[in-house]
């Protein structure tokens, strides 16, 4: 598979969820590779800086792959745990959609809000944070849960005043040169 072209198919933040989606592609004879993997269990913190993890599969496999792991029946999110923690319940359609994986704007709204945090004392990482910010408010065709509009502002105010403090620095520091 190395000498082929390889594409992504889903990207995952959790290294469980990305497990189970390689587990069933392996299952139905779909070759997988799986990038950021090593990051996300070694330094949890930098997985979205890092994007994350993604799924990729052969050019040729991407079509039944995406088909697989769309399909219902693998939908194992809820599934079998209800029985495992003896609630014989299903999960209202709300809740499943509540906390499904991350489409690719909440990704970078979560991306974003995690550059914007780290920024704070490494400021080298706000433009990083800025460039995250734009993409994920540029990218408006995707929906955005409350969870990830929640960190998407909390990383636009963040950015807003680190951004607001190096221009101060700048003028205090340099506005005093020429007199």
């Not at 979560?110 to 910010?133: C, D, E, H, K, V």
Request: charged share 20%; aromatic share 10%.
């Amino acid at each position: 598979m190395p000498s082929e072209e390889l594409v992504t198919i889903a990207i995952y933040s959790n290294p469980i969820e990305a497990r189970l989606a390689k587990a069933r592609l392996e299952e139905s004879g779909v070759t997988v590779s799986l990038t950021g993997e090593e990051i996300a269990l070694t330094q949890w913190s930098l997985t979205q800086a890092n994007g994350a993890i993604r799924v990729q599969v052969a050019a040729r496999d991407a079509v039944r792959a995406d088909e697989i792991l769309s399909d219902p029946a693998y939908d194992d999110s809820y599934e079998g745990l209800s029985e495992v923690a003896g609630d014989a319940t299903s999960p209202e359609p709300d809740e499943v959609q509540q906390y499904g994986s991350p489409n690719q704007r909440e990704e970078l709204a979560n991306r974003a809000y995690r550059a914007a945090m780290l920024g704070i004392p490494y400021i080298f990482l706000q433009p990083y944070a800025t460039w995250l910010l734009w993409h994920a408010s540029s990218n408006s065709d995707l929906p955005l849960r409350a969870e990830y509009a929640r960190r998407l502002e909390i990383a636009q105010w963040i950015n807003f005043v680190m951004w607001l403090l190096v221009v101060c620095w700048i003028v205090v520091t340099f506005g005093s040169i020429g007199r």
